[in-house]
């Protein structure tokens, strides 16, 4: 057992990851940290509050990578029949991917809902 997990700090890693790509913006309809392009959602950034982990939501369109969401610890098909449409809720928690891959994750969301134009600029994106 790790630990050293600290999903707070994963949380805080993703975020700050979502809300570098290009033309982003956080939002907070519903009371929960949400990133966007172009007005349009690419994740959701659960902080955790109401007891339950912190984790976050992304539109997964690729199979395999839907399939490797899926399969973190915990990982299931979002609420309100966004899971239909290949969004996967992640919780932080014992056993989660690397940051770098739950960056991965955040990124081919982005390239799901922001205009190709910025989609192209990802490369070189996530910091070192």
């Known amino acids: 057992m790790d630990a050293g997990f600290d999903a707070l700090k994963t949380w805080e890693a993703v975020r700050e990851f979502a809300l570098s790509?290009?033309?982003t913006?956080?939002?907070f309809?519903?009371?929960e940290s949400v990133a966007k392009v172009n007005k349009k959602v690419f994740v959701?950034?659960?902080s955790g509050d109401g007891g339950r982990a912190p984790g976050f939501t992304v539109k997964?369109?690729?199979e395999d990578v839907h399939a490797d969401a899926l399969a973190a610890p915990g990982a299931e098909p979002?609420?309100?029949g966004l899971g239909r449409s290949g969004w996967v809720t992640v919780p932080l928690r014992?056993?989660?991917p690397a940051v770098e891959v739950l960056c991965d994750w955040i990124a081919d969301s982005y390239r799901a809902v922001a205009p190709k134009r910025l989609a192209?600029?990802?490369d070189g994106s996530r910091p070192e």
């Open 60 to 62: 997964l369109t690729d």
């Open 29 to 31: 309809p519903w009371g």
């Open 25 to 27: 913006r956080e939002e």
């Open 78 to 80: 979002a609420g309100y």
């Open 94 to 96: 014992e056993g989660t």
């Open 44 to 46: 959701f950034l659960g």
């Open 21 to 23: 790509l290009p033309e």
């Open 120 to 122: 192209a600029r990802l």
